[in-house]
């Protein structure tokens, strides 16, 4: 398996423009999470997903952050519109109910650079 | 929001000797995790404790968990330059919610 797959890895856009991040969990893998990491703030669950269901969304900033899971393969983050405070690397891990033994799996994350 | 504190912030040692780092938490868990963040990539699992267990071991890595005490301690035996990396515990809330502590930078010193 590939691992957890995201994109893209850098990402710079311009103050007010809308940006989407892409992620693919590992196959078989039901529970899927977005994590955001600042120096300031560390590392911070936005939302996780179970069977592509939004289960808690507690940790999403604001109303400019939404996620959705189309499907057991592919999910994305979107933020509209982007402000400079976004900056941050988003990280995408998944996990099954094993894997609560297991572990989690993360993407190798992408980094965001709003202008 | 973090669930945890980990203790040092940093820490800098030689080559072959012994790293320790600890980490509280605030709320029942689970199970508490480990892992490790090498600059500029993604997180990877290290191990493991659940919250029935108290120590448990993984090659050079030994971990304790004090429920009591709501704590736990990490420690890598016999230090690598490449073990060079941020560590961070996670714990496991009810719910399958992992949530993350601010993390122990570790530097091994060849």
């Known amino acids: 398996d590939a691992g957890v797959i995201q994109s893209p890895r850098h990402e710079v856009t311009e103050m007010g423009q809308e940006v989407t991040l892409r992620c693919k969990p590992i196959s078989g893998h039901d529970y899927l999470f977005w994590y955001r990491q600042t120096m300031m703030r560390g590392l911070e669950l936005l939302i996780y997903f179970n069977n592509n269901v939004p289960i808690d969304d507690s940790g999403m900033p604001e109303d400019r952050f939404s996620a959705k899971m189309p499907n057991a393969s592919f999910s994305t983050l979107k933020i509209q519109p982007s402000e400079p405070r976004d900056s941050a690397v988003y990280f995408c891990?998944?996990?099954?109910?094993?894997?609560?033994?297991?572990?989690?799996?993360f993407g190798s994350g992408t980094r965001l650079t709003v202008v | 929001s973090q669930q945890g504190e980990e203790d040092p912030q940093a820490l800098s040692i030689q080559e072959g000797e012994n790293a320790t780092m600890n980490c509280s938490y605030k709320t029942s868990i689970n199970n508490l995790q480990w892992y490790r963040q090498n600059s500029g990539r993604g997180l990877v699992h290290l191990i493991l404790?659940?919250?029935?267990?108290r120590e448990k071991h993984s090659g050079r890595l030994r971990v304790t968990l004090d429920t009591s005490k709501k704590s736990s301690s990490l420690l890598i035996t016999a230090s690598r330059a490449a073990d060079t990396a941020s560590y961070f515990c996670a714990t496991l809330e009810y719910g399958n919610k992992l949530v993350f502590g601010a993390g122990t930078i570790l530097r091994v010193k060849s």
């Open positions: 891990a998944s996990t099954n109910l094993n894997g609560a033994a297991g572990g989690y799996t």
């Open positions: 404790i659940r919250s029935n267990e």
